[in-house]
T-cell receptor, first 112, second 109 residues
C-alpha cells in the first residue's frame, strides 16, 4: 500500500509562474489537508477538505487554491508564485477530522 | 491567539530517559497529538490524548493535563534512532490542528 504520494519531490519555480502540487492517497480517507513547513515555525494549514466535493480555508490560504473532485486526489495550485511561498509542502489525510493524520513525503518548493 | 510552546532543542544520552514538555493555549480542545519527524522526512503519528492522564505505548508515554494546558512526551531507553524532532499539536474547536514548532532531540552515545 502506497499510502500518500506527492509529486514532484522538489521544484524550483520562477516567481510569477503557476504550479500544481499533486497529492494522492489510496487509504480511502475522507479528510485531506495541505500544510507548509518553514524553519522555526510549526506546520501551518493552508487548505483542507473534510470530504470529496468540499474544501475549506486554513490558517494561511492566500495565494493557494485546492479542489477535491474525488476521494483520492487533492491538488494544491499556486496561481502566481512569490518567493515567500518557498517552503516544504506536506499533504496529509485522515479517516475523519478527529483522527490522526498520515503525511505524504513532502514537496520542497523554491520560488526565485 | 492560539499558541503551542515546546523547547527548541534538547540533548540526552543513549539509554537514558527524556521528557519533552508542551504547553498550549487554544480556542477549544479536541485532543493533543505527538508526532515524530526525522530530518528530511514526513511527520509520523506517535500518540493522542484527549482525557487527563498518562498513555503508555512501549518506550513512549504521553501525559495530558487539560486544566494546566500541559502535556509531555516521555521517551525511555533512548536509542540513536530516536534522534528527531517531536511535534506537539492541539486540535482546536474547529477540529484543526495547531502545531508547535517542534523540539529537536539530539541523542549522544
Amino acid at each position: 500500500t502506497a499510502g500518500i504520494t506527492q509529486a514532484p519531490t522538489s521544484q524550483i519555480l520562477a516567481a510569477g509562474r503557476s504550479m500544481t502540487l499533486r497529492c494522492t492517497q489510496d487509504m480511502r480517507h475522507n479528510a485531506m489537508y495541505w500544510y507548509r513547513q518553514d524553519l522555526g515555525l510549526g506546520l501551518r494549514l493552508i487548505h483542507y477538505s473534510n470530504t470529496a466535493g468540499t474544501t475549506g480555508k486554513g490558517e494561511v490560504p492566500d495565494g493557494y487554491s485546492v479542489s477535491r473532485a474525488n476521494t483520492d486526489d487533492f491538488p494544491l495550485t499556486l496561481a502566481s508564485a512569490v518567493p515567500s511561498q518557498t517552503s516544504v509542502y506536506f499533504c496529509a489525510s485522515s479517516d475523519s477530522r478527529i483522527n490522526e493524520q498520515f503525511f505524504g513525503p513532502g514537496t520542497r518548493l523554491t520560488v526565485l | 491567539g492560539q499558541n503551542i510552546d515546546q523547547p527548541t532543542e534538547m540533548t540526552a544520552t543513549e539509554g537514558a530517559i527524556v521528557q519533552i514538555n508542551c504547553t498550549y493555549q487554544t480556542s477549544g480542545f479536541n485532543g493533543l497529538f505527538w508526532y515524530q519527524q526525522h530530518a528530511g522526512e514526513a511527520p509520523t503519528f506517535l500518540s493522542y490524548n484527549v482525557l487527563d492522564g498518562l498513555e503508555e505505548k512501549g518506550r513512549f508515554s504521553s501525559f495530558l493535563s487539560r486544566s494546566k494546558g500541559y502535556s509531555y512526551l516521555l521517551l525511555k531507553e533512548l536509542q540513536m534512532k530516536d534522534s528527531a524532532s517531536y511535534l506537539c499539536a492541539v486540535m482546536d474547536s474547529n477540529y484543526q490542528l495547531i502545531w508547535g514548532a517542534g523540539t529537536k532531540l539530539i541523542i549522544k552515545p
